[in-house]
């Protein structure tokens, strides 16, 4: 599975009935520096699509989760069970998280939403797979191309179609703006803890960027 590394997301934490919403935000058309390419080789960026996620999103069977940390060992919600709820977009992928307590209060819970509050973890990373030529035909799915020689020379990976497996908090921001916010907000729940709907005039948007480790095996495939 590969991590996207270096790209743009944005998280926000509230607290209601007892519940946190971890409000999220995943950018489209946003290259990512993913290396600066050494002293010899060049330099690689990486954007997403619009739509690159929609076969995920909408598909009944596949499961989607928010982790800490590409660890499926620390779950925070996930799609099936109806506690994360996407709103895609043509220029961003959104979606609201609610945390149970009984998920808040295990150890790797409550330390996230305490990062989270304290500015530490406040990126986000999805963790995804192109699909196979049989799905989806390679060039339909990703194209790797040369930066235009009058900005930079670097190779751009630009990525159509992807399985979405998750989405991660992560700790490392890339810009020192990334921040979070945290405060109360007027969300209820059905039967089930799935939020219904939320007061948004409290929101703010908070610009951050992420920088987690790429995958040595599955990233540039030239």
């Known amino acids: 599975m590969e991590t996207a590394d270096n790209l743009i997301g944005e998280i926000e934490l509230r607290a209601a009935k007892g519940r946190r919403v971890i409000r999220g935000r995943f950018p489209y058309r946003k290259k990512a520096v993913l290396s600066d390419g050494g002293k010899r080789g060049r330099p690689k960026k990486e954007q997403f699509m619009p739509g690159a996620f929609s076969h995920s999103l909408d598909s009944v069977e596949q499961d989607i989760a928010l982790l800490v940390g590409h660890s499926f060992d620390r779950p925070l919600a996930s799609k099936k069970t109806g506690t994360l709820v996407f709103n895609d977009t043509s ?64 190779l751009i990976r630009t990525i159509f179609a992807a399985i979405l497996f998750e989405l991660s908090i992560v700790t490392r921001p890339a810009y020192e703006e990334a921040n979070v916010s945290s405060d109360d907000a007027n969300v209820s729940f059905d039967d089930f803890g799935s939020p219904i ?6 929101w703010e948007q908070t610009g951050s960027g992420l920088v987690v480790p790429a995958h040595p095996l599955h990233r540039w495939r030239l």
């Open 91 to 154: 220029e961003v992928l959104t979606f609201d998280a609610t945390v149970l307590p009984e998920i808040a209060d295990t150890s790797y819970g409550s330390d996230i939403l305490k990062m989270i509050s304290a500015g530490l973890s406040v990126g986000l990373s999805p963790g995804f797979r192109i699909p196979p030529p049989s799905a989806v035909p390679s060039d339909q799915a990703e194209k790797i191309e040369e930066e235009d020689p009058r900005i930079g020379r670097a």
């Open 197 to 202: 709907e939320a007061d948004k005039r409290n």
